[in-house]
C-alpha cells in the first residue's frame, strides 16, 4: 500500500496550504465554486442489477442477502428462472448493445444539468470499467464488454459538463469485506486489498470532478480509511482543485463531515441550512435502478420536479436527478422526456437558478407558493402555482423608486404597486405563458 502513495504522490506537485488526515482539516476545505454555481446534476444508476430490472438496484440483497428474503423477489426468480440460478449469471446479459454515450451525452445537456454522476460501482461490487481489482466482475471483462465509465466520461465531458462518479464502500458479498465485517472491522483486508487501490486508480484514471461516495454506514470512518484517502484526494490528486465529495464516508458521518451533505436521501431541510447540501431524488419514485414494472403513476410528474428543484435551490441547494438506464443502454423514454423538459423550463428560467444564492427569506405563501432566489442586486420571485387573478402580491420584498419587475421570457416591465410604503408590491402579471413546468419567474431590481 504504500507503494501505492508513493507512485500517486508523483502526480501533482506539492501545495502551498495542506491537508492532514483529520475532519477538521478536512472539513476546512472550500468547496470548489463550480459546485454551488451549477446546481443541477444528473444521477445515473447503471449496473447489473439493470438485467433482472425488478424490485430496485437492491435486488441481490433483497433476494439473497437479507433475512427472510423479500417473497416478491424469490418469486420473480423461481417464475422466470431456471433452479440454481445465481446473480453473476446476470452479467452476461448485460450487453448495452445499444448504448450510445454520444446521445446520453446529448439528452443530459438538453437536461439543463451541468454535472452529471455515473455510478462506478454499486453495492453489488460490479465496476462499470476495467478496475484491475474487480477480475471478471466488471463491464470490460464480462457483459458490455466495454469502459462504460470511460466512454461516457468523453462524451460529458465534450459538452462542457463536469463528470462525477458514485463508489459504493461496502460490497454486500465480497469475501474479504465479509471476513472484515466478522472480525468486528479490526481488520482491514477488504480497504487495503480491494477499496482504496481501485479509488485510487479510478481517480487517476478517470479523473472525476465529483466522488458520490455510498455504502459506508456499516463501518466507521477509521475503518475505511476515508481520511487519507481525502488527505491525498484534495492534496495531491490530479483532480485536487476541482474534486468535491459528499458525506458518506463512514457511520456517523453524514450531515456532519465531507465536502458537501447529502445527510439522507432525498433529504429536504425545512429550513436554510448553515452547509452546501445536495438533494438526490430519482425520476421513478420507487428504485433508483430501471424497473421492468414501474408504472407511470409511479414516477414524479415533471411541475412536481421543477418544483422540487425550485425549492432546493432557494434553500441553498443542489439537485441531482436520477434516471436507470435498461441493460441494452437506452434511456426509457418516459425519464428522456421528463429531462427534456426540465430543460425546456430552464432556456427562458435558468436564470434564476444558475450560480444563485439564497436570499435573505427563501419563501412566502401569501396567496400561492413563491420561493425567492438573488443574483448580485437581482432577486427571483418564482411562482410554482399558476395565481387565481391577474395580480399577484409580495409581501417580503422592500421597493424603491427605480425598483423594475420583469417576467422571465417577456421584456416588457410589469406594472407594480406597493403594499406598504416601504415595503411589498403587488404586480400585474401579463397572461402567462403556457410552461413545461407549470412554474414561471419574476424578476426583481432594485429591491431589498
Not at 484491475?132 to 461516457?152: A, E, F, K, M
Not at 416591465?413 to 403594499?419: N, R, Y
Not at 415595503?423 to 429591491?447: E, F, N, Y
Request: charged content about 20%.
Amino acid at each position: 500500500m504504500a507503494a501505492v502513495f508513493l507512485l500517486l504522490l508523483a502526480f501533482v506537485p506539492p501545495t502551498a496550504a495542506r491537508y492532514t488526515p483529520d475532519w477538521t482539516s478536512l472539513d476546512g476545505r472550500p468547496l470548489p465554486s463550480w459546485y454551488d454555481e451549477a446546481k443541477l446534476g444528473i444521477f445515473v444508476h447503471w449496473g447489473v442489477f439493470s438485467v433482472p430490472g425488478f424490485d430496485s438496484e437492491w435486488f441481490w440483497w433483497h433476494w439473497q442477502g437479507q433475512q427472510p428474503p423479500d417473497p416478491k423477489c424469490v418469486s420473480y426468480m423461481s417464475r422466470n428462472y431456471p433452479p440454481g440460478f445465481s446473480y453473476p449469471e446476470f452479467a452476461p446479459h448485460f450487453h448495452a448493445q445499444f448504448f450510445n454515450p454520444e446521445e446520453w451525452a446529448d439528452i443530459f445537456k438538453a437536461s439543463g444539468a451541468k454535472y452529471v454522476v455515473l455510478t462506478a460501482k454499486h453495492h453489488e461490487g460490479f465496476t462499470n470499467w476495467a478496475s484491475p481489482y474487480s477480475w471478471n466482475w466488471n463491464s470490460v471483462d464480462t457483459g458490455p464488454n466495454r469502459d462504460l465509465v470511460g466512454d461516457l466520461g468523453d462524451a460529458v465531458r465534450n459538452r462542457s459538463l463536469h463528470y462525477g462518479l458514485y463508489n459504493s464502500l461496502y460490497e454486500w458479498f465480497n469475501p474479504l469485506y465479509l471476513d472484515d465485517k466478522k472480525n468486528g472491522f479490526k481488520t482491514q483486508r477488504f480497504v487495503m486489498k480491494k477499496l482504496l487501490p481501485e479509488l485510487y486508480n479510478m481517480v487517476v484514471r478517470y479523473r472525476p470532478e465529483v466522488i458520490w461516495s455510498d455504502g459506508d454506514w456499516e463501518a466507521p470512518d477509521t475503518y475505511w480509511n476515508s481520511t487519507q484517502f481525502l488527505t491525498w484526494l484534495y492534496n495531491d490528486s490530479p483532480v485536487k482543485d476541482t474534486v468535491v465529495t459528499n458525506d458518506r464516508w463512514g457511520a456517523g458521518c453524514a450531515c456532519k463531515h465531507g465536502g458537501f451533505y447529502n445527510c439522507e436521501d432525498k433529504y429536504t431541510p425545512g429550513q436554510l441550512p448553515k452547509h452546501k447540501w445536495e438533494k438526490c431524488t430519482s425520476v421513478d419514485t420507487l428504485s433508483w435502478g430501471y424497473r421492468r414494472n414501474m408504472k407511470l403513476k409511479e414516477l414524479m410528474e415533471l411541475p412536481v420536479i421543477i418544483d422540487d428543484l425550485v425549492s432546493t435551490v432557494a434553500l441553498g441547494g443542489n439537485y441531482l436527478l436520477n434516471v436507470g438506464p435498461t441493460a441494452d443502454g437506452t434511456i426509457p423514454t418516459v425519464f428522456e422526456e421528463r429531462l427534456r423538459g426540465v430543460g425546456a423550463w430552464l432556456e427562458t428560467n435558468g436564470e434564476a437558478i444558475f450560480a444563485t444564492k439564497p436570499w435573505r427569506v427563501q419563501m412566502e405563501n401569501t396567496t400561492i407558493p413563491v420561493w425567492y432566489t438573488s443574483k448580485g442586486a437581482t432577486v427571483y420571485a418564482i411562482i410554482t402555482a399558476r395565481p387565481p387573478t391577474t395580480t399577484l402580491k409580495l409581501l417580503i420584498p422592500k421597493t424603491s423608486l427605480t425598483t423594475k419587475v420583469t417576467l422571465l421570457g417577456i421584456p416588457s416591465p410589469l406594472p407594480w404597486s406597493p403594499v406598504y410604503p416601504n415595503g411589498g408590491l403587488i404586480v400585474v402579471l401579463p397572461a402567462l405563458p403556457s410552461t413545461p413546468g407549470q412554474a414561471w419567474t419574476l424578476k426583481l431590481d432594485a429591491v431589498q
